[in-house]
T-cell receptor, first 114, second 119 residues
Framework: GAVVSQHPSWVICKSGTSVKIECRSL??????MFWYRQFPKQSLMLMAT?????????EQGVEKDKFLINHASLTLSTLTVTSAHPEDSSFYIC??????????FGPGTRLTVL | AQTVTQSQPEMSVQEAETVTLSCTYD???????LFWYKQPPSRQMILVIR??????QNATENRFSVNFQKAAKSFSLKISDSQLGDAAMYFC????????????????FGQGTILTVHP
């Protein structure tokens, strides 16, 4: 089956620093990837849709200058949390769309901001 | 905008028994997809089952089946012969079938139901 990886799986950073999370589709090309945020025991909230070669589409309420998304190739999308603060601590999950109705999820990245 | 509601924050079942998780949704569209995802403690999202709205027949995947009531906008998941490995958080999700647009294919998730399986 299709595999999506995320790196790192866990990151701790100091407040005010920036953190980059990578999402890769390992055995397929994905023109569209999605970034979600999940707090403990809560649902996945879509942050943005990442389209290869174009600007990301952000959901309402998501700060595009704080959560920078780059989809530079058909197998890689990155999420950069700029000037991270403790309230940005969360579990970030990406998914990649293989076909019209098939979406595969990465294993997630746990971000802790001290 | 579409919304998905799971009214059961937690459910429990005895091993080998059957449990049903509820999901309702709201949409003005006639063509769409519905999904149930499982998120075990590892937090890896796993697709359990999917249903196309245009299909009247309820989807089935081994011990997992759905009861899709389009008019009532209800989409429940039945797990038969529950196993310890079924313990997880379950999410109901909606996706529009309309092609195009920069957010094509995005999923809208319900709040989730934590399922506990007792031995």
């Amino acid at each position: 089956g299709a595999v999506v990886s995320q790196h790192p799986s866990w990151v701790i950073c100091k407040s005010g620093t920036s953190v980059k999370i990578e999402c890769r589709s390992l055995d397929f090309q994905a023109t569209t990837m999605f970034w979600y945020r999940q707090f403990p025991k809560q649902s996945l909230m879509l942050m943005a849709t990442s389209n290869e070669g174009s600007k990301a589409t952000y959901e309402q309420g998501v700060e595009k200058d704080k959560f920078l998304i780059n989809h530079a190739s058909l197998t890689l999308s990155t999420l950069t949390v700029t000037s991270a603060h403790p309230e940005d601590s969360s579990f970030y999950i990406c998914s990649a769309r293989l076909a019209a109705d098939t979406q595969y999820f990465g294993p997630g990245t746990r971000l802790t901001v001290l | 905008a579409q919304t998905v509601t799971q009214s059961q924050p937690e459910m429990s079942v005895q091993e080998a028994e059957t449990v049903t998780l509820s999901c309702t949704y709201d949409t003005s569209e006639s063509d769409y997809y519905l999904f149930w995802y499982k998120q075990p403690p590892s937090r890896q999202m796993i697709l359990v089952i999917r249903q196309e709205a245009y299909k009247q027949q309820n989807a089935t995947e081994n011990r997992f089946s759905v009861n899709f009531q389009k008019a009532a906008k209800s989409f429940s998941l039945k797990i038969s012969d529950s196993q310890l490995g079924d313990a997880a958080m379950y999410f109901c999700a909606y996706r529009s079938a309309h092609a195009g647009g920069t957010s094509y294919g995005k999923l809208t998730f319900g709040q989730g139901t934590i399922l506990t399986v007792h031995p």
